[in-house]
């Protein structure tokens, strides 16, 4: 960890820090980020570990006061053990009122957690209250160290085992963003709050390759949709949760200079189903960029909801609701692009026009309905499918009801003539349809709190 990650992370000369009483773990102070004012709070982990006393409790809740009052995002630097033990009651105290001020900041100015070292008890649960949630290589987040677990459990584990980058990154979602060292991961700390705290407004969009290229030929193969959205935006995103739920995409970004959301479903990871943990992954992405009126890019190849035991022992049920309900909820702009299918309850989910879409485009390749044309005529008719004498006639009597099925409601023309979908974009048009309809469509704050997963 930096001598003070906090020099390093803001910008040179710009940082101002608050009084603090004497051999206090906890500082906090003003800054600049890349010319954006922030507030920081920073744990200091040599000084008796970073332990959060009365008064370390009371720098981190007048730092978050201070950005409130000033409209300002708060990045909060954490490497700490948890309520002091030498104080016992009035640290316990102390660190409920921590969670209270960030509570009580939720939604109304960005709040970003960047843990450096280990963070235990107190100081897990304080950066999984705030927005985004950032570890560095060095990192670790627990409720209790491996000493408490092997006394209480008789496991025996290392602190990267039990709540390393690793664990936190690709399996309990707790961590966001991982960065590949110290500095990387304050460097995107620094891109997030310009992002959630500075969004500035469209503008023209400068040309990018058609976004087209990234889908095979075969409307059957999978790809990789991250590509796919870079291509609409000005640049590459800021990927959160990479490794967690990949089936499922979200990142911020910026198309034409306005800082959006963007949610997608991604083929190459379980073909791009949505499940459980895509479920709670996606409605607090939602729910984030809702918050601070951050626009929704939703882009939609999904066949349907992941079938099976362990999906519904793993509430895919209670936690897929969570989608349904942040995207009916939401109030700020809300795009869907599909671009080849959007099958069943998981046409829906993203972003349907059902739930309040304010546009959803489609490329000409887009599908939609309950399921396939083709699948959903084996069903509906497999008895006269069966009745047939060669095969040549079965082929040609599937052919013509898939033709009737497409035409009935299983295909996109049902959706356009029903005004589920607003219009049919060549995928090479559609970065400046999106850029034309946020200029249409402003978004500002909603100020809902952004309530953990």
Same mark, same amino acid.
């Given at each position: 960890?930096? !001598?003070?990650?906090?020099?390093?992370?803001?910008?040179? $000369?710009?940082?101002?820090?608050?009084?603090?009483?004497?051999?206090? @773990?906890?500082?906090? *102070?003003?800054?600049?980020?890349?010319?954006?004012?922030?507030?920081?709070?920073?744990?200091?982990?040599?000084?008796?570990?970073?332990?959060?006393?009365?008064?370390?409790?009371?720098?981190?809740?007048?730092?978050?006061?201070?950005?409130?009052?000033?409209?300002?995002?708060?990045?909060?630097?954490?490497?700490?053990?948890?309520?002091?033990?030498?104080?016992?009651?009035?640290?316990?105290?102390?660190?409920?009122?921590?969670?209270?001020?960030?509570?009580?900041?939720? $939604?109304?100015?960005?709040?970003?957690?960047?843990?450096?070292?280990? @963070?235990?008890?107190?100081?897990?649960?304080?950066?999984?209250?705030?927005?985004?949630?950032?570890?560095?290589?060095?990192?670790?987040?627990?409720?209790?160290?491996?000493?408490?677990?092997?006394?209480?459990?008789?496991?025996?584990? =290392?602190?990267? *085992?039990?709540?390393?980058?690793?664990?936190?990154?690709?399996?309990?979602?707790?961590?966001?963003?991982?960065?590949?060292? =110290?500095?990387?991961?304050?460097?995107?700390?620094?891109?997030?709050?310009?992002?959630?705290?500075?969004?500035?407004?469209?503008?023209?969009?400068?040309?990018?390759?058609?976004?087209?290229?990234?889908?095979?030929?075969?409307?059957?193969?999978?790809?990789?949709?991250?590509?796919?959205?870079?291509?609409?935006?000005?640049?590459?995103? +800021?990927?959160?949760?990479?490794?967690?739920?990949?089936?499922?995409?979200?990142?911020?970004?910026?198309?034409?200079?306005?800082?959006?959301?963007?949610?997608?479903?991604?083929?190459?990871?379980? %073909?791009?189903? +949505?499940?459980?943990?895509?479920?709670?992954?996606?409605?607090?992405?939602?729910?984030?960029?809702?918050?601070?009126?951050?626009?929704?890019?939703? +882009?939609?190849?999904?066949?349907?909801?992941?079938? %099976?035991?362990?999906?519904?022992?793993?509430?895919?049920?209670?936690?897929?609701?969570?989608?349904?309900? @942040?995207?009916?909820?939401?109030?700020?702009?809300?795009?869907?692009?599909?671009?080849?299918?959007?099958?069943?309850?998981?046409?829906?989910?993203?972003?349907?026009?059902?739930?309040?879409?304010?546009?959803?485009?489609?490329?000409?390749?887009?599908?939609?309905?309950?399921?396939?044309?083709?699948?959903?005529?084996?069903?509906?008719?497999?008895?006269?499918?069966?009745?047939?004498?060669?095969?040549?006639?079965?082929?040609?009597?599937?052919?013509?009801?898939?033709?009737?099925?497409?035409?009935?409601?299983?295909?996109?023309?049902?959706?356009?003539?029903? $005004?589920?979908?607003?219009?049919?974009? !060549?995928?090479? !048009?559609?970065? @400046?349809?999106?850029?034309?309809?946020?200029?249409?469509?402003?978004?500002?704050?909603?100020?809902?709190?952004?309530?953990?997963?």
């Amino acid at each position: 960890m930096p !001598e003070d990650p906090l020099t390093t992370l803001a910008d040179p $000369g710009t940082v101002r820090r608050l009084p603090a009483p004497p051999n206090c @773990a906890v500082t906090s *102070a003003t800054a600049r980020l890349r010319g954006l004012p922030v507030v920081c709070y920073v744990m200091d982990g040599t000084r008796r570990g970073g332990a959060l006393t009365t008064a370390g409790c009371e720098q981190i809740v007048t730092a978050i006061d201070l950005a409130v009052r000033a409209g300002r995002p708060v990045i909060g630097l954490w490497h700490s053990g948890g309520a002091a033990l030498q104080e016992g009651g009035p640290a316990l105290d102390g660190v409920g009122r921590v969670f209270r001020a960030i509570v009580g900041a939720s $939604g109304v100015v960005p709040q970003i957690s960047v843990v450096l070292g280990p @963070a235990a008890g107190g100081a897990a649960y304080g950066p999984a209250l705030t927005d985004v949630v950032l570890m560095s290589e060095d990192a670790k987040i627990f409720v209790t160290g491996p000493g408490v677990v092997a006394q209480v459990t008789g496991q025996q584990l =290392t602190g990267e *085992a039990l709540g390393g980058p690793g664990v936190h990154g690709r399996v309990s979602g707790v961590a966001h963003v991982v960065g590949r060292d =110290t500095k990387d991961t304050l460097s995107r700390a620094g891109d997030l709050a310009g992002l959630l705290g500075a969004p500035g407004q469209p503008g023209d969009p400068a040309p990018r390759p058609d976004p087209a290229r990234w889908l095979p030929s075969s409307p059957r193969r999978a790809y990789d949709v991250r590509p796919l959205a870079a291509d609409l935006l000005d640049d590459d995103p +800021l990927v959160l949760h990479e490794g967690w739920a990949p089936n499922v995409l979200t990142a911020l970004g910026r198309l034409a200079g306005r800082a959006v959301g963007v949610l997608a479903s991604n083929p190459i990871r379980r %073909g791009g189903c +949505l499940d459980a943990a895509a479920g709670d992954k996606a409605a607090r992405f939602v729910r984030l960029c809702d918050s601070f009126g951050l626009p929704l890019i939703v +882009l939609v190849d999904v066949p349907g909801y992941l079938p %099976g035991l362990d999906e519904e022992r793993n509430g895919v049920v209670r936690r897929g609701a969570k989608l349904l309900h @942040a995207f009916a909820a939401a109030r700020t702009p809300r795009i869907t692009v599909v671009t080849r299918k959007a099958y069943g309850g998981a046409y829906i989910a993203m972003n349907s026009k059902a739930l309040g879409a304010t546009a959803v485009l489609a490329w000409p390749t887009a599908e939609i309905g309950i399921m396939n044309a083709g699948s959903a005529v084996d069903i509906l008719h497999r008895r006269e499918l069966a009745a047939c004498a060669t095969d040549e006639e079965k082929t040609q009597l599937r052919d013509q009801l898939t033709a009737a099925y497409q035409a009935s409601g299983g295909s996109l023309s049902w959706a356009l003539r029903s $005004g589920a979908v607003d219009a049919v974009v !060549e995928p090479a !048009e559609t970065r @400046a349809e999106l850029a034309r309809l946020l200029r249409q469509h402003p978004a500002a704050p909603t100020r809902l709190a952004n309530i953990p997963l």
